[in-house]
């Protein structure tokens, strides 16, 4: 009786071992925020013992598409990968990806309309939400109240428009003895991500076909007034040494010229916040946030959502797909999103839990966090502000960094940077198809 007990415990034990499903999670959040995702990830985990996630810091966006791409040709893909806002096109005309909304239909546990109605927009395609939303975030000016009232501005009167960001910083230049700079206004990195913000709080799209969401792109249309004013302002910024430019996607190298207090105001990713309020507190200075500043003579028209989705990718096992949309439906709940956002900036995707936050006093007692999510909720919907769906997306943005690059280095005009970049950007998308 007692070996017949050993052995029924025995295949029992072999039989739970069986039944537990693996799958695997690719992330782009470096730093602290790694060891965040997998504190959300171990409690998922102890409320589906059944399931073991192996969560993974893969790089970048560009580096996690790359390696999901050759994942994919091994025959080995991962089951849940975020990728950024831009990639949306590209993995719906894939192939490879499980659309949500097909999750969402069979799953009467999850309502999509909890989500924020801007961000619902942004990664819905004719109504079908296609990847799950999760760290979103818009741009926001960050300013030293500190060093503002040193200068005679106003700390409570950030700019509001692109001359008054260029009068302000002539204010906040400071020289030593032998007249050379050594503080000045404002920074942001060199990522096309803002001239498409700048595009939208002016009502333009970026390219045709209603931002694409009405069919297939053809052409950019960013070579106008719109896009002129915005290479004129940083073109200005830059000539006059009222900016400090980064290399392309520097946001470590343009965080640490505000951290430093080398320059007074940042525009930067909402889901630096929790990082600059840390940083700031640390150097002795006191901060402030406030919507991007919008080109003179136009009514503001709103944000596109940045940051990034998860996507679920189909698989021959399909345990391993519902258990896969289990821990997404995880990551986008209540909780998890409130831990998210006071622990990153990205602002919480589901509108239960930024009421919760509300309700629980939080925004008063944390304004910077508050200015983040109303920018995005002050925000008119159109088709500039749901923001561009393009396969070609990520040479569109090279195309517009390397005409901004030779703008600032004095061998193209504003009007030159445009077309050239148009030029190139017009090539991308017809190599697309």
Same mark, same amino acid.
């Given at each position: ?41 171990n409690d998922f985990m102890k409320a ?88 979103s975030s818009t741009p926001l000016l ?133 990082? &600059?309020?840390?940083?700031? +507190? $640390?150097?002795?200075? @006191?901060?402030? /946030? %406030?919507?991007?500043? #919008?080109?003179?003579? =136009? ?10 989705? &998860?996507?679920?990718?189909? +698989? $021959?096992?399909?345990? @391993?797909?519902? /258990? %896969?949309?289990?821990? #997404?439906?995880?990551? =986008? ?19 239960d839990a930024k009421e919760k936050l ?76």
């Amino acid at each position: 009786m007692k070996r017949f007990l050993v052995v029924l415990l025995a295949l029992m034990v072999v039989g739970f071992g069986f039944s537990e499903v693996k799958i695997q999670f690719w992330h782009a959040m470096g730093g602290w925020r790694i060891e965040l995702i997998q504190g959300l990830v171990n409690d998922f985990m102890k409320a589906n013992p059944d399931i073991k996630v192996e969560v993974q810091y893969v790089g970048s966006y560009e580096e996690i598409l790359a390696k999901t791409v050759a994942a994919l040709q091994a025959g080995t893909p991962p089951h849940v990968v975020q990728l950024n806002e831009i990639s949306t096109k590209k993995m719906i005309d894939s192939g490879v990806i499980v659309p949500v909304e097909d999750m969402i239909k069979k799953d009467p546990s999850f309502d999509k309309k909890k989500l924020l109605p801007q961000v619902l927009n942004y990664y819905s395609i004719g109504g079908k939400l296609y990847s799950m939303p999760w760290n979103s975030s818009t741009p926001l000016l960050f300013y030293n109240k500190t060093m503002f009232k040193q200068a005679g501005l106003d700390p409570n009167k950030p700019p509001k428009t692109f001359s008054e960001v260029i009068t302000y910083s002539r204010k906040l230049v400071k020289k030593d003895d032998k007249g050379n700079i050594i503080r000045t206004g404002i920074t942001w990195p060199l990522y096309a991500w803002f001239f498409e913000q700048w595009m939208a709080e002016q009502n333009k799209l970026l390219v045709d076909n209603n931002n694409g969401r009405t069919g297939n792109p053809t052409k950019v249309l960013f070579n106008n007034e719109a896009g002129l004013k915005i290479m004129e302002f940083w073109n200005t910024l830059t000539k006059e040494g009222l900016m400090i430019n980064t290399k392309k996607g520097d946001w470590t190298a343009a965080r640490q010229l505000f951290i430093s207090q080398t320059v007074g105001m940042i525009i930067t990713s909402t889901s630096d916040v929790a990082l &600059l309020l840390s940083e700031s +507190q $640390k150097q002795g200075f @006191e901060i402030g /946030a %406030a919507y991007i500043p #919008i080109p003179d003579g =136009v009514q503001r028209a709103g944000v596109i959502i940045g940051g990034g989705s &998860l996507w679920l990718i189909k +698989q $021959k096992n399909q345990a @391993e797909v519902e /258990a %896969a949309w289990k821990l #997404i439906k995880y990551l =986008v709940d209540v909780e998890p999103q409130i831990t998210w956002h006071k622990g990153t900036g990205y602002f919480p995707v589901r509108l239960d839990a930024k009421e919760k936050l509300e309700k629980e006093g939080y925004y008063k007692e944390n304004p910077l966090h508050y200015i983040a999510i109303k920018q995005l909720l002050d925000t008119i919907p159109s088709y500039a502000t749901m923001g561009a769906v393009v396969g070609a997306f990520p040479e569109i943005r090279s195309a517009i960094e390397n005409a901004v690059e030779k703008m600032i280095n004095g061998q193209l005009t504003p009007k030159q940077a445009l077309e050239e970049a148009e030029k190139e950007a017009n090539e991308a998308i017809k190599q697309y198809f």
